[in-house]
């Protein structure tokens, strides 16, 4: 059985910074991406930052600039970087895995900015 456990979100001021990390629990044969999203109250779950196997980033257009996304295959983990956040960051953050034939989800971890 194949886990995403992610750090622990919190509660930040505006303007302020958190880093999430995502574990895979073991390795995975076939991963062509890794990714966050995410979800905030009423709304859908949108793509935050992604990042692919030959190392190709896209950001949402929302937090270009502000979000960098790495990865570390050795550890089979996948980060995510949050500087000058706002309050319309806040959501539930999902990590996300998948390849041709796989798909797999964090348990979401919850983000709160206070204006």
């Known amino acids: 059985q194949v886990q995403l456990v992610e750090s622990r979100g919190g509660l930040v001021q505006a303007g302020g910074s958190l880093r999430l990390s995502c574990a895979v629990s073991?390795?995975?044969?076939?991963?062509?991406?890794m990714g966050w999203y995410r979800q905030a109250p009423g709304k859908q779950r949108d793509l935050v930052a992604t990042i692919t196997s030959g190392g190709t980033i896209s950001y949402a257009d929302s937090v270009k600039g502000r979000f960098t996304i790495s990865r570390d295959n050795a550890k089979n983990t996948v980060y995510l970087q949050m500087t000058s956040l706002k309050p319309e960051d806040t959501a539930v953050y999902y990590c996300n895995v998948r390849g041709p034939i796989l798909d797999y989800w964090g348990q979401g971890t919850q983000v709160t900015v206070s204006s």
């Open positions: 073991r390795s995975i044969f076939g991963i062509k991406q």
